[in-house]
């Protein structure tokens, strides 16, 4: 694969599930958390993934072991702060959190070496994603800023999927696209969210693409304000959708996509993953299928 998408993945979870097999339990290992799953995306859409990741304790070696079986390649960073873990049960259908261990936070030279290897692979890649840890004391927010920072700064293209004062470090650093929930933005309205994406891309922002749940999204392209419409699927899960439409998005611009194109991919990839259990995940044919079934209807203010 020529295209690759560098993703800057913290600390993965190591997730167990509790699933219902005819009656008796049936327990799922698997690796889990923002980056790992918007990496499992891009890789299903034909673009290598690079995932810089740091591990450590007992969570830490039995995520290295399941990442090495999936179809990433891993930079990995053997750390003493143990990575995070959580353990759902499924066994009624709903998701019930049984219990969930808070990642640890990274010393300072432990964030040096990761930070290094973002930055390498990231400059490398000419694309990159980043994500965050599933606690605010894994890293610095303004670790953010400075990485966007100085990856645009060396031409790489940066994606954002962030939220808070997170989100608001990677802005102040100039990234090329920001991926954002009306959730985490604190608004619901559609004048008020069009406000937000324009504050945004004041920044220097090339687009700004706001998740609505199950409304159609809200995209701002090069000044160019759109609804992303998609034919309606029946959902399995939600969760990890906006994740996956992250990694679309990352994936076709780094396969030379317009930005309305890997928009479209990346709606396509968040509707596809709603129809599965796991999160990040999907087929590529079904995604690129989907895509060509998204429209892009321009507002006009």
């Known amino acids: 694969m020529d295209a690759r998408v560098a993703v800057f993945a913290p600390s ?3 997730t167990v599930t509790v699933e219902d097999l005819d009656g008796e339990p049936d327990v799922h290992l698997h690796a889990g958390g923002q980056g790992f799953w918007q990496s499992r995306m891009i890789a299903a859409l034909g673009v290598e993934a690079v995932v810089c990741a740091a591990f450590g304790g007992e969570t830490g070696r039995v995520l290295r ?3 090495e079986g999936e179809h990433v390649d891993l930079r990995a960073r053997d750390v003493s ?3 995070g873990a959580y353990v759902h049960d499924r066994r009624d259908g709903s998701r019930s959190e049984m219990v969930e261990m808070l990642p640890d936070a990274l010393s300072r030279h432990e964030l040096d070496d990761l930070y290094e290897a973002a930055l ?6 000419g694309t990159a994603v980043l994500s965050g840890p599933s606690d605010d004391r894994v890293l610095p927010h303004e670790t953010y800023f400075r990485l966007t920072s100085d990856l645009s700064g060396n031409g790489c293209r940066v994606i954002v999927d962030l939220a808070g004062e997170r989100l608001a470090e990677a802005v102040r650093g100039g990234p090329h696209v ?3 929930s009306h959730e985490e933005l604190g608004e619901e309205e559609l004048p008020k969210l069009v406000q937000a994406c324009r504050k ?3 920044s220097g922002v090339h687009a700004v693409v706001v998740s609505r749940a199950d409304e159609p999204a ?4 090069d000044e160019q304000l759109y609804l992303v419409k998609m034919p309606k699927l029946e959902p399995v899960d939600t969760r990890g959708a906006g994740d996956s439409m992250t990694a679309g998005i990352s994936a076709g611009l780094a396969l030379g996509m317009s930005l309305e194109d890997a928009v479209k991919l990346g709606a396509a990839a968040g509707a596809v993953n709603v129809t599965r259990h796991g999160l990040g995940s999907g087929g590529g044919e079904a995604v690129r299928e989907l895509s060509k079934r998204v429209e892009l209807e321009p507002i006009e203010e």
Do not use: D, F, M, Y
């Open 178 to 180: 920001v991926k954002v």
């Open 200 to 202: 945004i891309a004041s």
């Open 12 to 14: 993965p979870q190591l």
């Open 81 to 83: 702060a143990r990575n």
């Open 120 to 125: 390498v692979e990231g400059i490398r890649a």
């Open 65 to 67: 072991t399941l990442l």
């Open 218 to 221: 809200l995209a701002l392209l």
